[in-house]
Nanobody, 122 residues
Framework: QVQLVESGGGLVQAGGSLRLSCAAS????????MGWFRQAPGKEREFVAA????????YYRESVKDRFIISRVNAKNTVDLQMNSLKPEDTAVYYC???????????????WGQGTQVTVSS
């Protein structure tokens, strides 16, 4: 059974940093894309960042470029999201996802975590 477990969320002041981690288990994820999405109350889920299997290609939504960094360790089946210079508009539940290709709506991702809350106070 595939499981994705996120950790690292919490409450932080604007300008602060948080590091989210996601551990995947239950199968081999070679060649899979790993990504992060988020959903704020009353809003649609949105793409945040993704990284290919090799780590050679990363993708970010425009509003988090230069502030967030996605990385992965394939030997451990983990993907991290380092979030710097956080803003109140980054407040959301963040979800880890695994899929076969990079895609920005979430529809092509096969596995999802339960989510971790990130709250940024002003």
């Amino acid at each position: 059974q595939v499981q994705l477990v996120e950790s690292g969320g919490g409450l932080v002041q604007a300008g602060g940093s948080l590091r989210l981690s996601c551990a995947a288990s239950g199968r081999t994820f070679s060649s899979y894309v790993m990504g992060w999405f988020r959903q704020a109350p009353g809003k649609e889920r949105e793409f945040v960042a993704a990284i290919t299997w090799s780590g050679g290609n990363t993708y970010y939504r425009e509003s988090v470029k230069d502030r967030f960094i996605i990385s992965r360790v394939n030997a451990k089946n983990t993907v991290d999201l380092q979030m710097n210079s956080l803003k109140p508009e980054d407040t959301a539940v963040y979800y880890c996802a695994v899929g076969r290709r990079v895609e920005f709506t979430g529809s092509e991702y096969d596995y999802w975590g339960q989510g971790t809350q990130v709250t940024v106070s002003s």
